[in-house]
């Protein structure tokens, strides 16, 4: 193995790059569990239609009508998600809520082919964020710069919409006590809608940022689901903080790995996800645990 | 008594009838085939055109052989060698299937293979590469359409160490196929005076390559030898060209099919590879592409590729060796297509499927693919005969009686 220092700084942060994209997915899947308290096994396939929807508009329409057309698109497919299959299971064992979306996930993938075909799509990323730029000895994407900054604009925007208004100050009660909400007076179903509606958003902007990176094939909402997954639950769930601070640790962990345990990259999130758990059931800043958040414990 | 007769003689006349319905269904007994062959999973692509090529094959033999009409049968092999072996194992067992064909992936076909070895049934490996298949894992109730790995990069070696560069570096798909063909690309390093720089493991489905790319981009490498294959590929050969690795190196890919090329964008391609087929090579070919089209408008890609043309090669294989059988018995099939020549094949040479292994030998070709938006997005810069680089038997001594 020839290590050099400069390749470790790259992959170092070509984890941090990573970690920021994986922690954009992995942020409303966080936010939908710890508020709605739903498994929400369809957030990858939301992922999914936001790069479809991104691959379709741009090839007619353009990069920029893209880029904000095709998160809303997706949003409005998490509302109807939410009001046709989602609102039956609220209050339920979170069993159903993880069936009932895992299932119309598979069958939504079915549909992509239907649409779009077996094949594998790429879109181009635009003009402007083509090519490399040079980090000492190290080339590497300027795209993924570029989208390294956009993806923590993102996240400190959650952050401070969670931690600074009221709209996040309800958001955070409901983790804790949904029916002392209502109590309260706020519309606890229009909120768990609204969540619901802002993850889905979430999903879709993560799915057109990633479009240039991957390439665009019906599976890779089932791809991106496990990480985004195993993200919320080491950071916490509906922890903002959590998530970033998740997202990096995978993301820099898995990066590092490959130079030193390439054929095990893909368990060690699961790995990671143990150790914490077994420590800090709660994730690193969760406040609730899992099933304790769904039942209501 | 009359009653009697009467009954005896309407008996008869029923049984006479049941008879004739009887002997007609056996008459028009379908022959079924089933094709195994990836509708998900990191293959799903592939195997929707090997599907395409196989149903052309049916319809260039009228629909039946022996007189009796062809019923291909599909299962979803899911890229999953447990999946795939279950499913023909179902297809033997409940549908009395006995021809099968399908796989793209080496693993997969491995596992089907060794299911019909063990039913007695024939599987044809339509788009399987590694040479185990035709190697160590041979088997005598398996055939295998594709050149292996041996053949695909014993024909470019030379030519990559002579043009390309000396330096390689190999990314390797971490299983079966993907093994083979660093395993046969280090094998002519000494022949060819190139010399090993460094090696990744990229597991089955990996989305993101940015890791492996650094350490690659960063290795001083002349030539990347990629076996990587699937969405995978596509991945990888898109992200090589986000990290400008095309700029610092040449990409020599031991085999490239041209789905994962047409995939990408125009400006996103520049690697060089060994191709089955290309569908410009022949006026046949060009010919076999708008039957593909006119068959399938939605087909992923709209002219001649490795898969499709793999898949109706192996069907009309196959169905060749039913008609000069004269029988649909398993073992006159294998006997009557061990040494078959095909010359109807499209190609430059003629379809010839040795007897000692089961491996059809016929062309390949060399290209690097272009800029160009359509569907001529692959320059070729040579072809060469498979048999040049065929293993012999002093090589691959393959005992199939065992």
Same mark, same amino acid.
């Given at each position: ?31 939908? *569990? ?60 979170? *069993? ?202 | ?34 094709? #195994? ?14 599907? #395409? ?43 009395? #299937? ?54 695909? #990069? ?51 489905? @990996? ?96 002219? @001649? ?98």
């Amino acid at each position: 193995m020839d290590m050099n220092v400069s390749l470790v700084l790259a992959l170092f942060f070509n984890g941090i790059v990573l970690g920021l994209i994986y922690a954009v997915v992995a942020v409303g899947f966080s936010l939908v *569990l710890g508020v709605a308290q739903v498994i929400n096994f369809s957030h990858g396939l939301l992922f999914a239609f936001g790069a479809y929807f991104f691959w379709s508009i741009s090839n007619t329409a353009g990069f920029w009508i893209a880029l904000f057309l095709s998160p809303i698109l997706v949003a409005i497919m998490g509302l109807l998600i939410e009001l046709l299959l989602v609102r039956r299971v609220y209050g339920q064992d979170p *069993l159903f809520g993880l069936l009932i979306t895992f299932g119309f996930a598979l069958a939504m993938e079915e549909v992509i082919r239907m649409i779009w075909g077996k094949v594998a799509r790429s879109v181009s990323t635009p003009a402007f964020a083509q090519g490399q730029l040079f980090i000492g000895d190290i080339i590497y994407s300027k795209y993924r710069i570029i989208l390294a900054i956009v993806s923590l604009f993102i996240l400190l925007l959650v952050w401070w919409v969670i931690t600074r208004t009221s709209f996040g100050a309800i958001i955070k009660a409901g983790m804790f006590d949904s029916e002392m909400i209502s109590a309260l007076g706020h519309n606890l179903p229009l909120l768990r809608t609204g969540i619901f509606v802002i993850g889905a958003f979430l999903a879709g902007l993560a799915g057109v940022i990633a479009a240039p990176l991957w390439s665009i094939k019906s599976g890779m909402g089932t791809d991106i689901l496990m990480p985004a997954f195993i993200i919320a639950l080491i950071g916490g769930l509906g922890s903002i903080k959590g998530t970033i601070v998740a997202g990096l640790l995978v993301g820099t962990v898995t990066s590092l790995a490959v130079l030193f345990i390439p054929r095990f990259t893909d368990i060690l999130p699961y790995l990671m996800l143990i150790v914490v758990l077994f420590y800090k059931p709660k994730g690193l800043f969760g406040e609730v645990t899992v099933l304790g958040e769904v039942r209501g414990e | 008594m009359f009653k009697f007769k009467l009954t005896v003689i309407v008996s008869l006349v029923l049984i006479l009838i049941a008879g004739c319905f009887y002997a007609t269904s056996l008459a028009v007994e379908p022959i079924k085939i089933g094709l #195994v062959s990836p509708k998900s999973g990191n293959y799903a692509d592939h195997g929707g055109m090997e599907r #395409v090529g196989m149903y052309l094959a049916v319809e260039d033999f009228g629909g039946e052989v022996l007189g009796r009409p062809i019923e291909l049968i599909e299962a979803d092999s899911e890229t999953n060698p447990d999946i795939a072996s279950r499913r023909a194992k179902a297809l033997i067992e409940t549908e009395n #299937v006995m021809f099968l064909m399908g796989g793209v992936s080496s693993s997969v076909g491995i596992a089907v293979g060794a299911v019909c070895e063990a039913a007695g049934a024939l599987f044809i490996a339509s788009n399987e590469n590694s040479d185990t298949i035709t190697g160590s894992d041979a088997m005598k109730h398996m055939f295998r359409v594709p050149p292996n790995m041996a053949i695909l #990069v014993r024909g470019a070696a030379q030519y990559v160490a002579d043009n390309l560069g000396k330096k390689w570096y190999f990314i390797t798909h971490d299983y079966s196929w993907g093994q083979s063909g660093t395993r046969w690309a280090r094998n002519m390093l000494d022949v060819v005076g190139a010399k090993e720089i460094g090696e990744v493991l990229i597991p089955m489905n @990996t989305r993101d390559f940015s890791s492996y790319l650094l350490q690659v981009a960063n290795s001083g490498a002349e030539v990347a030898c990629v076996t990587v294959g699937g969405f995978d590929g596509i991945a990888l050969y898109k992200q090589m060209s986000e990290f400008g690795i095309f700029d610092k190196m040449k990409v020599w890919w031991t085999l490239a099919d041209y789905p994962d090329s047409y995939a990408l964008q125009p400006e996103q391609r520049g690697r060089y590879g060994m191709m089955e087929i290309y569908w410009t090579a022949t006026p046949e070919l060009i010919e076999f592409s708008k039957r593909i089209n006119e068959k399938n408008p939605n087909a992923p890609v709209h002219v @001649t590729e490795t898969n499709s043309y793999s898949g109706w090669l192996g069907m009309t294989a196959l169905l060749k060796g039913i008609e000069a059988a004269g029988t649909t018995d398993v073992d006159a099939v294998i006997k009557a297509m061990e040494g078959m020549i095909i010359c109807d094949n499209m190609q430059p040479n003629p379809t010839y499927i040795r007897p000692w292994d089961h491996q059809f030998i016929d062309s390949m070709f060399f290209g690097v693919d272009n800029q160009e938006s359509g569907d001529d997005i692959t320059e070729v810069l040579f072809s060469m005969p498979c048999k040049d680089f065929a293993r012999t038997f002093s090589e691959n001594p393959v005992d199939l009686t065992k």
